[in-house]
């Protein structure tokens, strides 16, 4: 595949906190960058998760509980079977079923059951949260919503009420939305308390129906704090799916590295037993919104994020993923159809309507190949040597030379001690900083982890002379893993070392500092991870997902800055079908098909 290029446009970094001393900010500001230094050049192609299943993207419904008309629950169920999508996830809202403690009404849920199982989707059942009759919450509303910690005799009433109606026809099963944060566990998140909930309704739903697989409640993958604690206070066997919620909006899919949304806690897994994920929650709204106040996604940007985001996820091996939303809420326009004349008006589809429908037809029974991209991967070190790098200020960690290397003779060893439960970080700084050619697209490194969260960064070093860090990623487990993210764009106010005219890296660009950070505070111990080879990733920004179905070819393809790309196929011809399911004839020309690319995504159906 050859490409001609369009003109770039930035990208942009996420997730982060690291606070400096103001002797480490003086160093920093005083150093200069050096003349380059150059780099054997790598092959292109990097490492991807292999997707663990076929494709399954699922939809947040909201049936049982936004829709507000039962006798008329066919006409949104029929709208999400017409969007090919087999799985539904459904709030079992307490205040709904049980409005009082000896009275239960299955109006709406029953409605909702029917309405989507007679279509032949899926239900992911979500059981929460809180009625104000059963929380210790005095200004509750007795039959009315509640996010307080409930009552757990009460709240186990519930669950077996709930599991024992539908036991025959759902079958998995999410222990509350979001217990991790503030907004829905109140007074504020409590692992300790949501374990032993979690343990008591998990015996329940198994005793009920042994068929049941159930799900912990929807946490962030990029803060790992309340997993963890849930698998230290004994919870790790009470669930067997982990359910996220990685939201990385405003960015996009590619600048909020949402491939890497896994990479946390699937450390944890990997230490306390491994798990399906599932993304029960993720989703870009189409203007102002709660995660962007400043709506930079409009309706066309939704459609194309939800594309590229589904088959990002799927790709790094999430099992199943559910879009957020279905319908528009006043204020949070995440749904494919607006918010329209109200709770029951349908007809105002989104470009993401089609999208996801599109997705869906061109998907069903194909099977994953491989990735292709035109990112050119360059060495800026390769750790055969750590001469030039210096610990600044803590005595957290030392960097030592290492034969365990992932190519070559030698590796840097970066052994580290985190005795506090304070923001314990070891940073080892450049004597000369090491410039970055050109303007590349994204920075990596290969990271023999420990088994840690622990978050690797770098701190580099711009024209300007500020300083911005970037998140590579956690060190992860044991075995060799590349980690990287992309530089291109504004960080978060968190990610600024040194202050300067914006938040954005001015090119040319040197690294500063490499930093391992505990990334979790009340993580305190020992360990030791490896790294090598960091390099910059650069070229053409061109995605290419390779399928295959009948005996034909499926290349998805996108470039979010645009660009004309020519494709090798064998065919005299190929099916192109756009974003919105338009379908037309591309004649292949000396064996090419010649492609305009840009951020909404294209397939392409031929011979190979």
Known sequence: MTVIPRPIRTTVARHSRLALPLALLAILLLTGATAPRSAPALPAALPVLSPAAPPSFGLNTHLATRYPDPSTMDVPAALVSELGVTWAREDFHWHRVQPRPESWDWTFTDAAMRALLSRNINVLGVLGPSVGWATPFSADTPNDVSYYAPDPDAFVKYVRGVVTRYRRYVHYWEIWNEPDSTIFWRPAPDAAAYTTMLVRVAAVIREVDPDARILIGGLNPYDTTFLRSVAEYGGWDSFDILAIHPYVNPYSPEDGNLAAATDG????????????????????????????????????????????????????????????????????????????????????????????????????????????????QQVLTSFESVGGWRRVSQPNGTLRPSTRAYRGQGAAELSYSFTTRQNDYVAFEREQPLPLPGQPYAIGAWVYGDGSTNGVKIWLRDAEGKVLQFVLGPAGAPGWHFLRTPIGGEVEPGNVIVPGSSRRLAFPVALQALILDDQVDSFTGAGTIWLDDLSVISGHEVYDLRLERGGEALDILWSPPSARVNLATSAPSARQIERGGADRTLPAQDGRLKVNLGPAPVYLWHKR
């Open 265 to 376: 806690v699937r450390a944890i897994a990997r230490q306390y037993g491994e798990k399906p994920i599932w993304a029960t929650e993720l989703g870009w709204a189409s203007g102002p919104s709660d995660r962007d106040s400043a709506g930079h996604t409009d309706e066309e940007v939704q459609a194309s994020y939800l594309v590229r985001a589904l088959l990002m996820l799927w790709e790094a091996g999430v099992e199943r993923v559910f879009w957020y939303s279905f319908k528009d809420d006043p204020g949070n326009p995440y749904g494919l159809v607006r918010q329209g004349g109200g709770r029951t008006d349908y007809s105002q589809r989104k470009p993401a309507f089609a999208a996801l429908r599109t997705l869906n037809q061109q998907i069903v029974g194909a099977k994953y190949l491989t990735r292709r991209d035109l990112f050119e």
